[in-house]
Every structure is written in C-alpha cells, then in structure tokens.
C-alpha cells in the first residue's frame, strides 16, 4: 500500500491501513517498519502460508517479503520448532471462511492449557518474524469451569 505514495495523509488505502493496526494495538514501530518495508522494496511478494500447530491446530500466516524462498524456510523452521508440521497450499484454508479482518476459524478447535500455552509461543514466535503480517489459527482455549 505504500509503494505508491508513503505518506498516509495522501494515500487514503495506507491510511485506512494504518487505522485498522492501530485499533488492534500494533505497535507503532511495527507500523512504521511495514510502511519503510513497502515503500522501499517494489518487489514484493504477499505470501498465504499454511501449517498445523499441536494438536492438529490449523494455522494460516500472511506475509509480506522481497525473498519468497527465504521467508517460507524461516517459517517452516519457525513451524517445527514450536511442535508443527508445514502443510500444502490449500490443505488448511478449507478450515476457515475470508473476511474484510482476515481468516475467521470455521470450526474453532478448543485446547487444552498445555496445547494453548504451545500454540500461545508459536504465535508470538512467528509474529516476532518481520516478514509475516498475522496469525490465525482454530484454536479456541478451553473454557474454565466455576
């Protein structure tokens, strides 16, 4: 969004952009780093990855890169480090339905504490990655009991 022009005040779709992180909390560092990623490079690739977490957890990641090849081996290696396996373009998707925020889980899968603490550092682990732009996963945490 910032390849064209990189100053919100006339770019109407970065400012729309850049509103929407702010009402999800991003941090203003992560929102000024994308903004000097897209503007800067003019090659960049938007990436739909899939992978399953423990347990089965179905995970989509969107990402933005100048290097496909190295982005996908990061996050694979991120993906298997954390107790996951890489799965095949498409095979996960089915899982959930597209929205204007995102992917929305079609059948949240509840987890156990042990399985949401797991997928809990797998997340944080794979939006600490600077290429990748968000997270979802169907992983609903069990709910406790009064």
């Known amino acids: 969004m910032a390849q064209n022009d990189p100053d919100p005040s006339r770019n109407a779709s970065l400012r729309a ?3 929407r992180a702010q009402e999800n909390n991003v941090p203003k560092d992560n929102i000024d780093r994308a903004i000097k990623k897209s503007s800067e490079a003019k090659d960049l690739d938007c990436l739909i990855l899939e992978g399953y977490g423990p347990d089965g957890i179905a995970i989509i990641i969107t990402a933005t890169t100048n290097s496909r090849n190295r982005t996908v081996a990061e996050i694979k290696k991120i993906i298997a480090d954390h107790h996951g396996k890489w799965a095949d373009p498409g095979s996960v998707l089915w899982a ?10 079609k059948f949240p899968q509840e987890t156990s504490q042990e399985t949401t603490e797991t ?21 609903q945490p069990q709910q406790e009991n009064d």
Do not use: P, Q
């Not at 959930?96 to 889980?105: E, L, P, Q, R």
């Open 119 to 139: 997928m809990n550092n797998l997340v944080e682990a794979l939006d600490d990655h600077d290429d990748v732009d968000d997270v979802y996963t169907t992983a």
């Open 96 to 105: 959930f339905n597209k929205s204007d925020d995102g992917w929305v889980a």
């Open 17 to 19: 952009a850049i509103e």
